[in-house]
């Protein structure tokens, strides 16, 4: 078994599809996502910015880049969670989201945080 790096954020990811926003006809497709955070490593960190890869059932890809999650920069001890919500619009009823946190460690160490690809999906789409 290794040991855990000093520099260790993990990401969860749950999913839920938004039916009121959501416009099948108009191929608008709203899906939420809440994120959990854990400073798994050693090392205080804060969060600089985000990276997410937007693929829709078309192969339509979108990349979302920019500082922060919604509007914050969260800075975790070892340990401590962080957690938000927000959102995703598709053309289509399935797609799937992956991408990586750019992180800064107490020590000037700067890493990333890989974000495990998820499926975004209308319940009763994918068995």
């Known amino acids: 078994m290794t040991e855990k790096s000093s520099y260790t954020i993990d990401v969860q990811v749950e999913t839920r599809f938004v039916p009121d926003q959501s416009k099948p006809g108009d191929n608008r497709y709203v899906f939420a996502y809440t994120v959990t955070l854990r400073n798994a490593g050693k090392m205080p960190a ?9 693929t829709d059932a078309n192969g339509k890809v979108e ?31 399935v797609g799937t989201m992956g991408g990586s946190y750019q992180m800064l460690a107490d020590d000037g160490t700067e890493f990333e945080a890989p974000i495990p690809t998820f499926t975004l999906s209308i319940p009763r789409t994918l068995h």
């Open 63 to 93: 990349e979302v880049t920019g500082d922060g999650v919604v509007g914050e920069q969260p800075w975790m001890r070892p340990g401590d969670d962080y957690e938000y919500t927000s959102g995703a619009v598709l053309e289509t009823p």
């Open 46 to 54: 804060r969060l600089l910015t985000r990276r997410w890869m937007i």
